[in-house]
């Protein structure tokens, strides 16, 4: 069983930034791909990130959404079992409930912040606004 949970939503004007975290624990070493996810009022939830888990910080090991790309950036703390989520630009079109997932399965490849059913553990989501 994993569990994670999320936190560093708020509110904030269009332009700035926010940090999210996702605390993972349990049994972190099954963990094998992780995302972020959200949620706008009235729309299907969507992919934003995803990092597979336990290799290296972020970068190549990281694929975006094109809504997000160039904005966001996923990266984790092996040692501390967390996940992040930096939001930079952030545009009214980003407020949304974020969420944090974790598939123990297969590894993150081809798009996979696409697919959510893979994603069998998630959070809570916290939540993100951004003002005009």
């Known amino acids: 069983q994993v569990e994670v949970v999320e936190s560093g939503g708020g509110s904030v004007q269009a332009g700035g930034s926010l940090r999210l975290s996702c605390a993972v624990s349990?049994?972190?070493?099954?963990?094998?791909?992780m995302g972020w996810f959200r949620q706008a009022p009235g729309k299907e939830r969507e992919g934003v990130a995803t990092?597979?888990?336990?290799?290296?910080?972020?970068?190549?090991?990281?694929d975006y959404a094109d809504s997000v790309k160039g904005r966001f950036t996923i990266s984790q703390d092996n040692a501390a079992n967390m996940l992040y989520l930096q939001m930079n630009s952030l545009k009214p079109e980003d407020t949304a409930m974020y969420y944090c997932?974790?598939?123990?399965?297969?590894?993150?490849?081809?798009?996979?912040?696409?697919?959510?059913?893979?994603?069998?553990?998630w959070g809570q989501g916290t939540q993100v606004t951004v003002s005009t």
């Open positions: 990092i597979n888990h336990g290799i290296g910080v972020g970068g190549s090991n990281a």
């Open positions: 997932a974790a598939d123990s399965g297969y590894w993150c490849a081809g798009q996979a912040w696409k697919d959510l059913n893979r994603f069998k553990y």
């Open positions: 349990g049994s972190t070493y099954s963990v094998k791909c």
